[in-house]
């Protein structure tokens, strides 16, 4: 397959700064592997150290592994705005894999869209990853529904 017309770690960078917010790429180190397709020569994820951080989705979206939020997080301020912090009781619950409604939402970043990728925060530091359901202004606006269905948990992780 013919390799692409543009530097890969290019292209990544553009995609992050697109859908997290300008400059928070300068957090992508240039020792980044990448993965691509053997059918289309595409990029399919991008790992750093052994470690996956995002998979590129064919809607031209990024699906953030823990590890890949926990990086941008420790890494770019802006990122922040990307992230959600639930209150203290949903801790346990979020950090299993399951939703966060609403009514546990203590704060959320202004970048937060509806079908975003987002981080899920506590003290510590990254507790689960998974897709906004609604943006920044609804969550805070709502006492009902789902806020982001969370699609892994570090305490539904085997490794």
Known sequence: MNPLPIDPL???????????????????????????????????????????????????GLALTIEGARHFVESSKQFRQNCVVPVEEAVPFVSEGRSLFCRHVQWCGQNVRAGSDVAILDGEGVIAVGIAVLGSALINKYSRGVAVKVREGIKGRTA
Do not use: Q
């Not at 290019?10 to 997290?20: E, G, N, P, T």
């Open 10 to 60: 290019l292209k990544v960078s553009r995609h992050v700064d697109a859908i997290f917010g300008p400059s928070v790429s300068d957090a992508l180190p240039d020792s980044l592997k990448f993965e691509f397709s053997r059918r289309t020569g595409r990029i399919k994820n991008f790992s750093l150290d052994g470690r996956l951080l995002a998979t590129l989705r064919t809607d031209g």
